[in-house]
């Protein structure tokens, strides 16, 4: 992926993606771990800026959870908000300045 493309043309920021490490998990954790790809995994969900530079990483969610579910428990959430809510303000405040 060319990520300069995507961030000067769509103007992204950050990227967030999750993936499956496999795992051997004791057998009263074994339900909780078999992900729908058919084995068992932790997930493992980061946001990446766009100049290739690591901003927050979580691991250690159990498979059966998709990205969306990680997200909603991790504090990725309220860090995306942050900054989504910060670059919000201060394009307002440039425009604001331009009337």
């Known amino acids: 992926m060319n990520l300069k493309y995507f ?12 993936c ?18 058919g084995w068992y995994s932790m997930v493992l969900l980061a946001l990446v800026h766009y100049r290739y530079s690591f901003l ?8 059966r959870c998709n990205d969306c579910q990680m ?5 990725l959430k309220r860090i995306c908000k942050t900054l989504c809510l910060k670059r919000m303000r201060k394009n307002f405040v440039t425009l604001m300045s331009q009337l």
Not at 7 to 18: A, P, R, Y
Not at 20 to 37: L, M, T
Not at 71 to 75: A, L, P, S, W, Y
């Open 7 to 18: 961030t000067h043309n769509m103007q992204i920021q950050f990227i967030s993606d999750g």
């Open 20 to 37: 499956h490490i496999e795992i051997r998990p004791s057998a009263s954790d074994a339900v909780d771990y078999f992900n729908y790809k």
């Open 56 to 63: 927050n990483i979580n691991v250690g969610a159990p498979g």
């Open 71 to 75: 997200f909603e428990k991790t504090d």
